[in-house]
């Protein structure tokens, strides 16, 4: 068994989870769902280390309550009792399977069960949750408002652990944002500053900053530009029509006073 989640180990399960629910998961090879489906058994089965030093806010009765509750929905062990009555509890045979899978800390067997329209039922509901997340009825700090349970015993867990884990984490809703290149939305890993902009990668930040500087430097870098677009016509050209074809230079346009 793997040590508990520190608060750092929270952060990352979030983070993964807003990744998950944006994967293509058409793209997956067969060696990338193996791994994908063992990422969702630690994601299920990780245990967590409470420490509400880093919440802004106590904790009411209420609260704890709550958050009593919640874990109880999130927890993936069995009593002897559950595992006599889990028929009772989870319609689906496979899903039985699994809830004993994840119980017993079976990883091999979890992967043979899990499918891929398990893995889009998920998806799905992480894809709604991010947007829940972004309206009021989301609190920072602590999750006041529930969000609606899915029917779907594996979806529901999921729904459990990722609400754990942004409460655990201490993640608050200014942190789960559209990046504002290409507004997929991330993890801000600290609480953003209101009149910064923020975005989910370096390489989108680098796209913004090359687009300004071009739109600054535009009268400077014109005959750069030209030349490049110059040599990559020439280059198309003698790929269709061989290395030793001639390219003339067209004379350019004087333009009107």
């Not at 090879?29 to 106590?58: H, Q, Y």
């Not at 329209?117 to 609190?139: A, F, K, N």
Request: proline letters at 5%; hydrophobic letters at 35%; one cysteine or more.
């Amino acid at each position: 068994m793997q040590p508990p989640l520190t608060r750092q180990g929270h952060i990352a399960k979030v983070a993964w989870a807003i990744e998950l629910a944006q994967k293509d998961l058409g793209q997956l090879t067969p060696g990338d769902w193996l791994n994908l489906n063992s990422e969702l058994f630690d994601f299920l089965t990780a245990e967590i280390e409470w420490s509400f030093g880093i919440n802004v806010k106590r904790l009411r009765n209420e609260d704890i309550v709550a958050l009593g509750q919640l874990i109880a929905e999130a927890r993936t062990a069995l009593t002897d009792f559950e595992r006599e009555r889990i028929h009772k509890i989870i319609v689906e045979e496979e899903d039985e399977l699994k809830a004993i899978a994840l119980a017993d800390q079976d990883r091999n067997g979890w992967n043979q069960l899990v499918t891929v329209e398990d893995t889009q039922r998920v998806q799905g509901h992480l894809r709604e949750m991010l947007d829940w997340i972004q309206t009021e009825d989301y609190y920072s700090g602590f999750i006041e408002s529930d969000f609606p349970p899915p029917e779907d015993w594996l979806a529901y867990k999921v729904s459990a652990r990722f609400r754990l884990y942004l409460v655990a984490s201490g993640v608050e809703k200014s942190q789960v944002r559209p990046c504002a290149e290409c507004k997929r939305i991330f993890l801000a890993k600290i609480k953003p500053q209101p009149e910064k902009i923020y975005y989910c990668t370096h390489r989108c930040a680098q796209i913004v900053a090359s687009r300004a500087y071009r739109e600054r430097n535009k009268n400077k870098l014109k005959p750069r530009e030209r030349e490049r677009k110059r040599r990559s016509y020439v280059e198309e050209q003698r790929r269709k029509y061989g290395p030793k074809v001639k390219v003339e230079r067209r004379p350019r346009k004087q333009s009107k006073t």
